[in-house]
């Protein structure tokens, strides 16, 4: 069964069957059914696997999953990382489970994918896909967990959803970090310009426009003088990726000038950033856009499956391929 994500967002309890599928680039709303799931089975003991622990040892797995608990002990599985791989075993599983419940995990899923088109005709499987946020569901989830907040302006808003840069995990980071500051329910805004660390983040944004304009000289400035942190590694590619599917769209549209598409896309460009975009329109095409996100994909699936990596080292080789894309 295929249901749409808002809808599982206001009741979780509509997926009925044994094993549900969670994909999509949006890791934030993952994370956000992750915790529906826990609070929803708040008696529940929760087993963690991931694909590639499952297919290691699958006789393991599968005891673990069909064996009762002595205690009645209710539990419910979540898998990460999932893909194809996993079909297989799925379906010979599917017909034996009881009450035990599997959600799984698992990145962008393509229409070729086996995996996404098994859940999607069966009726016996659920499948949610988790697409990126636009302005209107990030706007949405900042006033509802700040209701009741004074001093949260229009102004104080955008600052917050230009800095979550329609990341919801960003944002739900930077939104338990304004609950934890602001405990009097007071938003000032120096202290919250502040908290957001809004003049760091400018100073990747700076960079991250100089590599995307091909501007070299700045470029190889910047990445001297700019701080690129290893835990904000995930923010960084996300912010490349939304600008990168923004130039996807000004280019993709013809007949009209890319001031005139700027003026139509929703969400909309913020207007410090248009003069940026309508500059790196001219460089960039569909066939150099697409190279560099699955560039970007890719090295985020490194980052995730190897910790050893050196990933400012390795991000900084990307801003590097990237400008001398820009150029091409």
Known sequence: MNYKSYLVEQNINILKNNISLFYGENHGLKNDFKKKLKLNNS?????RFTQ??????????????????????????????????????????????????????????DKKSKLRSEFERSKKLDIVACYNDNEINIKKIILERLRGYEGLSTENVNLIIENSNLDRAKLNNELDKIETFFVNKKIRNPELTNLLNINENDNFNVLKDAVLSGNNKNANRLLSDTVIEDDKTFFYLNSINQRLFTLNKVTSIKNKSVDQV???????????????????????????????LRKTFDLEIKFKS???????????????????????
């Open 43 to 47: 008696n529940a003991v929760i087993v």
């Open 52 to 109: 590639e622990e499952i297919l290691k040892n699958q006789n393991y797995f599968i005891e673990n999953l069909l064996n009762m608990s002595l205690f009645n002990e209710k539990k419910i599985y979540l898998v990460e990382q999932v893909d194809d791989k996993i079909l297989g075993l799925l379906k010979n599983l599917n017909d034996k489970l009881d009450n035990q419940k599997i959600y799984l995990f698992g990145e962008i899923l």
């Open 262 to 292: 700027l003026s139509s896309l929703k969400p909309p460009i913020f207007w410090k950033d248009k003069p940026y975009v309508i500059d790196q329109a001219r460089k960039w095409n569909k066939n150099k856009i697409q190279k560099i």
């Open 306 to 328: 190897n910790s050893l990596l050196n990933k400012n080292v390795v991000f900084k080789k990307l801003l590097l391929d990237i400008c001398a894309q820009a150029n091409l």
